[in-house]
């Protein structure tokens, strides 16, 4: 009786973790309804982040969103990171914007390049998780898929208008979209001290 409860208990606890995993899928991730890049536009800064591998900005993140007269987006960066293990400086990075599917104009991709040599250039998917366009928005990119279609690498970016934070009740809607994309307890305070 005690073995085949154990069984029991095995496969009960193998469907959880597949239930689990499933929901980590990243195509199956949503993103805003009905994005709108005008509404968008504007400085964000970044109050949390979780990172990718390799070089990423550390702290004083900001970003200034503009939509073109052809009504594609662009932006500017700008951030504190750190080069050969104690330089710090502050790195302008460019980044522009495409909708591949004009049905979701919330999954994105970015191509961006450094303004200066020592900084990488290159393309990530920039899907918008959720924003209200006047508080916060939840950026998320996956660099790298697993075989089983979760992320192996990526990052995400959580922005408000304002660098003294957000509200309680946003917090909260926040903390869920994390899970919802499977990074909750991945992000870092972004530290805002007015560097750059």
């Given at each position: 009786m005690g073995s085949s409860?154990?069984?029991?208990?095995?496969?009960?606890?193998?469907?959880?973790?597949?239930?689990?995993?499933?929901?980590?899928?990243?195509?199956?991730?949503?993103?805003?309804?009905?994005?709108?890049p005008k509404?968008?536009?504007?400085?964000?800064?970044?109050?949390?982040?979780?990172?990718?591998?390799?070089?990423?900005?550390?702290?004083?993140?900001?970003?200034?969103?503009?939509?073109?007269?052809?009504?594609?987006?662009?932006?500017?960066?700008?951030?504190?990171?750190?080069?050969?293990?104690?330089?710090?400086?502050?790195?302008?990075?460019?980044?522009?914007?495409?909708?591949?599917?004009?049905?979701?104009?919330?999954?994105?991709?970015?191509?961006?390049?450094?303004?200066?040599?020592?900084?990488?250039?290159?393309?990530?998917?920039?899907?918008?998780?959720?924003?209200?366009?006047?508080?916060?928005?939840?950026?998320?990119?996956?660099?790298?898929?697993?075989?089983?279609?979760?992320?192996?690498?990526?990052?995400?970016?959580?922005?408000?208008?304002?660098?003294?934070?957000?509200?309680?009740?946003?917090?909260?809607?926040?903390?869920?979209?994390?899970?919802?994309?499977?990074?909750?307890?991945?992000?870092?305070?972004?530290?805002?001290?007015?560097?750059?």
């Amino acid at each position: 009786m005690g073995s085949s409860k154990l069984c029991l208990l095995l496969v009960l606890v193998s469907c959880v973790e597949l239930c689990l995993s499933a929901s980590c899928i990243v195509d199956s991730f949503s993103v805003k309804e009905d994005f709108d890049p005008k509404r968008y536009a504007g400085k964000w800064y970044a109050l949390q982040k979780k990172d990718p591998e390799g070089l990423f900005l550390q702290d004083n993140i900001s970003a200034e969103y503009t939509i073109d007269d052809d009504g594609s987006m662009t932006a500017s960066s700008r951030g504190r990171v750190t080069l050969f293990g104690f330089w710090v400086v502050c790195a302008d990075m460019a980044a522009q914007y495409s909708v591949p599917d004009p049905n979701l104009p919330g999954k994105m991709f970015m191509n961006y390049q450094g303004l200066a040599s020592y900084l990488s250039s290159g393309g990530d998917n920039y899907w918008v998780i959720d924003t209200d366009y006047d508080n916060y928005a939840i950026t998320y990119a996956c660099r790298t898929l697993k075989d089983d279609g979760s992320c192996e690498d990526g990052y995400a970016l959580v922005f408000s208008r304002n660098a003294r934070g957000l509200p309680p009740a946003i917090q909260r809607v926040v903390r869920q979209k994390q899970e919802e994309i499977c990074m909750a307890g991945q992000f870092q305070p972004v530290l805002q001290s007015g560097a750059c």
